[in-house]
């Protein structure tokens, strides 16, 4: 139940456990006040070393902690990038986050999937690492509604949307293409074991709708906004992380589209961006209803939309 959200839809099955060895590198940098250095924060177990090089998962994580202006880095978060018999996961408890890659298929494509993955579970490390710093009473409160272990939990689905909305939103940032994540899990035919969903074939294609889900475009196209709304009619629909914001994601995208090409204006989408989110995670931590209404993430996602406009 409790790491239902931390294990998201990033990874699949192998067959193949890993044995440990570590690479180092003389990679660092300082960056604000923050000792910023990867050397020896990322492990690349033996199994993955066929994979993108240590370098290159260092090189991308100082790209992204390049992008976050004055918001706190995660530096207590330690990486491991191993083989895909454990899901791509953050976990909230130590702040570790786990790329499990496929390294046999080893390709510039795989690759680039391989990053955008640590890209997207470094972020969710920024986002907790920052409402802990923000919020002072949210260490608390969430063991509070972690203990109630209530079956969808309201608090939690919200919570857990916002994370992925802001890990999504950091990975788009860096690569400055809104279609990522359709693009990294179309391009993992093997890697479609969706944990949230209760899948276990690991073996099955993702939907078109999955993939969708975590496309920041699609609400370009006429009729996107009255598709969701329909679909918000349904229980499972209101239960999933990534379509509850997809009104935010679009609106997100089109604030940013044409702007994000100017290297300044890119620095500033993240520190503008999680004072948004933080606020919308403390209104959570308040939510004590039974379950979600139509009207509730219709709303959140009005105020969402609203904010982002007047930042970005
Ligand atoms: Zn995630």
């Keep these: 139940m409790r790491a239902i959200w931390m294990s998201m839809i990033l990874s699949?099955?192998?067959i193949l456990g890993p044995s440990i060895s570590i690479a180092s590198s003389d990679i660092c940098a300082q960056v604000l006040d923050d000792t910023f250095d990867f050397n020896g924060r990322i492990i690349v177990e033996?199994?993955?070393q066929r994979g993108p090089r240590l370098q290159e998962y260092q090189e991308r994580l100082m790209l992204v902690e390049s992008l976050l202006g004055n918001l706190k880095r995660p530096t207590e978060t330690r990486v491991t990038v191993g083989h895909l018999t454990i899901f791509s996961v953050f976990d909230r408890n130590d702040f570790s986050v786990y790329v499990g890659i496929q390294p046999q298929t080893a390709s510039w494509?795989?690759?680039?999937?391989?990053?955008?993955t640590l890209n997207h579970e470094y972020a969710h490390?920024?986002?907790?690492?920052?409402?802990?710093?923000s919020i002072p009473q949210f260490r608390d409160q969430y063991a509070a509604?972690?203990?109630r272990a209530r079956e969808n939990d309201p608090a939690v689905i919200l919570y857990t949307a916002l994370h992925e909305l802001f890990a999504d939103i950091v990975t788009v940032v860096t690569t400055k293409n809104p279609d990522t994540f359709p693009e990294l899990l179309a391009?993992?035919?093997e890697a479609l074991k969706s944990f949230e969903l209760g899948v276990q074939d690991s073996h099955r294609e993702f939907t078109f709708e999955e993939l969708n889900y975590r496309s920041m475009t699609l609400g370009a196209h006429p009729g996107a906004l009255?598709?969701?709304s329909s679909l918000l009619k349904q229980t499972e629909s209101k239960q999933h992380p990534y379509f509850l914001l997809l009104p935010a994601r679009w609106k997100f995208w089109g604030l940013v589209r044409n702007k994000i090409s100017s290297a300044s204006y890119q620095k500033q989408i993240i520190e503008r961006v999680f004072p948004i989110l933080s606020q919308e995670v403390e209104r959570m931590l308040e939510f004590s209803q039974d379950s979600l209404s139509e009207a509730d993430v219709q709303a959140l996602n009005y105020r969402l939309m609203k904010s982002l406009e007047q930042v970005l």
């Design 187 to 189: 391009a993992s035919p």
């Design 46 to 48: 033996e199994k993955a």
């Design 145 to 147: 509604i972690d203990a």
């Design 226 to 228: 009255k598709s969701w």
């Design 109 to 116: 494509k795989r690759s680039k999937v391989d990053l955008d």
């Design 12 to 14: 699949s099955m192998a």
């Design 125 to 133: 490390a920024i986002f907790e690492k920052n409402l802990l710093a």
